[in-house]
């Protein structure tokens, strides 16, 4: 459900495509794992238009056909763009910013309903994990 007042967008200053922001996230970025997802991400000050970017990916080694793997992309961003607020609203909170990457790695394709429900589970635990990074920074200062 939607909250009132936020639109469920996903414009281009919401995806991850700088490639130098790529490769430090793949390079000194944390990761997770929710079936069938992994999930890389990285933290850092609030700056720039949107809290929170992220590219999203479809293993090739799973899905030969382009096709295929487009279909999945667009469902997961869907999917993304109809549950993201809880992360900005988390983010806007605490004033950080978070690039991640969403990379299924399933073996065979999901219906909308598997892809949304793993697509929210995914957003609360990167929001308990920026939580436990942060908690950790805070005691080391």
């Given at each position: ?5 936020i ?15 790529i ?5 000194h ?12 991400w ?7 238009l ?18 295929d ?13 109809r549950n ?6 988390h ?17 065979s394709?999901?219906?909308y ?9 995914l ?13 950790q920074?805070?005691?080391r200062?």
């Amino acid at each position: 459900m939607k909250p009132p007042g936020i639109k469920q967008t996903f414009k281009k200053h919401e995806r991850l495509r700088s490639s130098k922001m790529i490769r430090l996230l793949f390079a000194h970025g944390n990761t997770f794992l929710i079936h069938p997802f992994r999930v890389n991400w990285l933290i850092g000050k609030q700056k720039g238009l949107s809290p929170a970017s992220v590219m999203i990916g479809v293993s090739r080694k799973s899905f030969r056909n382009a096709s295929d793997r487009n279909h999945l992309k667009r469902l997961c961003r869907e999917a993304y763009r109809r549950n993201k607020h809880s992360l900005y609203k988390h983010l806007e909170e605490h004033e950080l910013s978070c690039n991640f990457s969403i990379v299924y790695i399933g073996k065979s394709k999901a219906d909308y309903s598997v892809i949304e429900k793993k697509i929210i589970i995914l957003i609360q635990r990167l929001i308990s994990e920026l939580e436990i990074y942060s908690h950790q920074n805070k005691t080391r200062s």
